[in-house]
């Protein structure tokens, strides 16, 4: 054996060493692991082609009528608040007919022990301009963003805690104070 043989020879005695360091070990680790199926994958136990069998869990809505349910605590800064009470006869809001007007248009809604719509439904938040009291157009559907809870377990815990700076953050908002905040405006 010449010396360029012997070269190539503890070169390749080397890379084996290597190799069955490291995936020996791996290959015994993906024997132990055996592979999932696409019926084991995530947290529905049912196929994911098949919508038959796997339903979602539905809870039941909030029956406590307006003026009677209890405020649920913000979500986070500034978030929208989620929806308390019944909603049967509201819906669905029209072009013509929006009935959470009724109660929470300023106007009417501290006599009715409602939260009053925010200053910030009242600009238009692109140009920053006071509406003076009417109502932007983009906050005419209220449920895009606002939505009652139903009770019931969740597949998948959400471990989320929001941070208040503010006690009063827990139970209102303050959006249009804040929103600029941080920015320097010329
Ligand atoms: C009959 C009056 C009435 C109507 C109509 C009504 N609400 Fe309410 N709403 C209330 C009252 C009163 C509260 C405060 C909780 C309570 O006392 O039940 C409230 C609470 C809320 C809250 C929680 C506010 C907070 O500070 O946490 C949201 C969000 C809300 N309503 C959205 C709506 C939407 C959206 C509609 C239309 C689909 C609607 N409401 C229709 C009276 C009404
Ligand atoms: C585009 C999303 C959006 C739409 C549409 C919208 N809201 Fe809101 N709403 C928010 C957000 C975000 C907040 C919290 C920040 C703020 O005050 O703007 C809020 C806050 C509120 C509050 C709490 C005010 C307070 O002082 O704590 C009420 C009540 C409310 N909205 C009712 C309504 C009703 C009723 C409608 C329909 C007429 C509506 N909103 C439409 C996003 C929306």
């Known amino acids: ?12 005695t080397i890379a084996m060493m290597i190799l069955s360091l490291g995936v020996g070990p791996a290959l015994a ?10 019926e084991e994958l995530g947290f529905r136990s049912e196929s994911l082609y098949s919508e038959e069998k ?17 405020r649920i605590e913000r979500a986070f800064e500034n978030s929208p608040p989620l929806i308390p009470h019944d909603l049967t006869g509201m819906l669905p809001i029209a072009e013509t007919n929006n009935a959470c ?3 929470h248009m300023p106007e009417h809604a501290k006599s009715l022990g409602a ?11 692109v ?12 906050r005419y559907p209220c449920m895009e963003c606002h939505v009652p809870q139903v009770n019931i377990p969740e597949p998948i815990k959400n471990t ?7 006690k009063e953050s827990r139970t209102s908002s303050d959006l249009l104070e804040s929103l600029n905040e941080g920015v320097k405006t010329e």
């Open 54 to 70: 796997e339903k979602p869990a539905h809870g039941e809505y909030s029956k406590t009528e307006p003026g009677k349910s209890r």
């Open 101 to 103: 007007l009724n109660c």
């Open 127 to 138: 140009t920053g301009m006071d509406l003076k009291g009417k109502l932007d157009g983009h």
């Open 1 to 12: 054996m010449n010396n360029q043989h012997a070269r190539v020879l503890t070169v390749m």
């Open 160 to 166: 989320f805690k929001a941070d208040f700076r503010k």
């Open 29 to 38: 680790e993906k024997k132990k692991h055996k592979e999932k199926s696409e």
């Open 115 to 125: 939260t009053p719509l925010p200053k910030s439904h009242f600009t238009d938040l």
